[in-house]
């Protein structure tokens, strides 16, 4: 493991990999390279990069620990500042019933952006 993802105070790993010489072969191995990555189904293919990336996220849908579920929300990103987090903006219209017609509304919604989709 290089020090170029080592970026951060604490030591990051994966949690499913063991990094010493000793080990049984449980994960995907490629190129004297172990790395964890899993498939998340409902359609989304496990992109290049979380496959042969050096990143380390435990936020990450396809090399770390979370499970995608809930709704799919489509939207258009508004904002990129925050390190690994991106505002979502979703536009809906809103029924007003007194007035038989329709208003524009909107909600921004946070979201993790991992180091494959970059």
Not at 18 to 29: A, E, G, T, Y
Not at 84 to 110: D, S
Request: charged fraction near 30%; glycine fraction near 6%.
């Amino acid at each position: 493991m290089n020090t170029t993802e080592q970026n951060e105070r604490a030591f990051q790993k994966q949690p499913t990999v063991f990094l010493s010489k000793n080990r049984r072969l449980l994960v995907k191995k490629q190129k004297n390279n172990l790395r964890y990555y899993k498939d998340v189904g409902l359609g989304f293919k496990t992109p290049q990069t979380a496959i042969e990336g050096k990143y380390i996220d435990k936020k990450c849908p396809f090399t770390g620990n979370v499970s995608i579920r809930g709704r799919i929300l489509r939207g258009v990103v508004a904002t990129t500042k925050m390190n690994r987090t991106i505002i979502v903006r979703k536009n809906y219209l809103h029924y007003l019933k007194k007035y038989n017609r329709y208003e524009k509304r909107h909600t921004n919604i946070p979201a993790h952006l991992s180091p494959c989709f970059r």
